[in-house]
Each structure stands twice: as structure tokens, then as C-alpha cells.
């Protein structure tokens, strides 16, 4: 089956800070979607991305869908300490990746 | 107004025990999932429910069983609880099979 590959698997950065974290699948995908879960909520879609190449930004937050179609990206710029969570990429079929777990010092 | 909401919030029962947790949504989807996060917190799809008809049973013990009564509603029935069930459950719904989904706030389920 596919197979998810999430990096990194946890990040601790101090407020302010840029944050970066990818997904890379084994084979070819047509969607990339990107989701955060608060403690103790369910997870929240951040972006959808249906193209190769494509770049798409929600507020701080932007993310990229790979040119080999096999992996996407997801930034978030001046970090705040609202942005503690878990974030989660998913495929096709609903696949997700194991999570980076952001954690924002103030 | 909740787009999907879950019941129970919490559940605690014994091994053995059989339990149900509800799920709705009133988007007006026509996809609905029930996912399993462990205490890793690593998300797996379980069944996908498309106009009520099952698209997608993963490999999950046939002790799960959805039922989908109408478009808004699918529920979770879980027969003879064993300790490994302990997870949280989500549902979600999508407005297609396989796209953007709205997640409920989940039900805790512990097994003792």
C-alpha cells in the first residue's frame, strides 16, 4: 500500500521562528492536503493541494505540491504560540503521514 | 451550529462489553468516515461510507461494525471490547469520496 513518510517528527522552536516540515510518498499522488490537530479536538484541514507544482498560502501558512508528485511541503512563517500542534499530511485514500508535532516556546 | 458532531464524548467500559458511538453531520456530504488514533496519535481510516453504500473496509476486526441509516449519519457499533480498542475514534464526512473532510471532536473510548 502506500506509504507515508512524514518529517520531522517533532520540532521545538521558539516563537517567531519559521518552521518547515515535508511528506514524501512512495508513489505518485493527485492530492496533498495538510491538517493540524489541537489537543484534544479533531484534526482541521489547512490546505488542499491538487496540482504538481502548486503553491497555495493560508495566512502564515503555505504549502507546496512537489514537481514528482511524490511529496509536498508545508511552511509556516513568524510562528505563534497558537500554532502548537499536530500537523498532518494525507494522500489519496486517505492516507495520513505519523504527524510533526510542533511545539512554539514564547 | 456543529457540522460533525460525535456521541459520546468519553467512553469507559469493561473487555467483553459491546458499545456504539454516533456520528452526524448536517454539510449536506455524501462521504463519511470513521478513523482510529492510537496512543501515538497515528490516524488510520477504518471504513468509508459513500450514499450510505461501504466503499472502504480496511483491515479491521469484523468486531466493527458501521451502520449508516441515512446520508448524515454513521455510526460505530464495537462488539466484545478488548484492551486494544482503547483509542480515540474520529468521524469525518467529505463532500467526495477521498476529498477535503471535516473531522468530528472524537470519542475517547477506554477499555478496562
Known amino acids: 500500500g502506500q506509504q507515508l513518510n512524514q518529517s520531522p517528527q517533532s520540532m521545538f522552536i521558539q516563537e517567531g521562528e519559521d518552521v518547515s516540515m515535508n511528506c514524501t510518498s512512495s508513489?505518485?499522488?493527485?492530492?496533498w492536503l495538510w491538517y493540524k490537530q489541537d489537543p484534544g479536538e479533531g484534526p482541521v484541514l489547512l490546505i488542499a493541494?491538487?496540482?504538481?507544482?502548486e503553491l497555495t498560502s493560508n495566512g502564515r501558512l503555505t504549502a507546496q505540491f512537489g514537481t514528482t508528485r511524490k511529496d509536498s511541503f508545508l511552511n509556516i512563517s513568524a510562528s505563534i504560540p497558537s500554532d502548537v500542534g499536530i500537523y498532518f499530511c494525507?494522500?489519496?485514500?486517505?492516507?495520513f503521514g505519523a504527524g510533526t508535532r510542533l511545539t512554539v516556546k514564547p | 451550529d456543529t457540522a460533525v458532531s460525535q456521541t459520546p464524548k468519553y467512553l469507559v467500559t469493561q473487555m467483553g462489553n459491546d458499545k456504539s458511538i454516533k456520528c452526524e453531520q448536517n454539510l449536506g456530504h455524501d462521504t463519511m468516515y470513521w478513523y482510529k488514533q492510537d496512543s501515538k496519535k497515528f490516524l488510520k481510516i477504518m471504513f468509508s461510507y459513500n450514499n450510505k453504500e461501504l466503499i472502504i473496509n480496511e483491515t479491521v476486526p469484523n468486531r466493527f461494525s458501521p451502520k449508516s441509516p441515512d446520508k448524515a449519519h454513521l455510526n460505530l457499533h464495537i462488539n466484545s471490547l478488548e484492551l486494544g480498542d482503547s483509542a480515540v475514534y474520529f468521524c469525518?464526512?467529505?463532500?467526495?469520496?477521498?476529498?477535503?473532510?471535516?473531522f468530528g471532536p472524537g470519542t475517547r473510548l477506554t477499555v478496562l
Open positions: 493541494l491538487y496540482k504538481a507544482g
Open positions: 494525507a494522500g489519496p485514500h486517505m492516507r
Open positions: 508513489s505518485i499522488f493527485n492530492t
Open positions: 469525518a464526512s467529505s463532500h467526495r469520496s477521498y476529498n477535503e473532510q471535516f
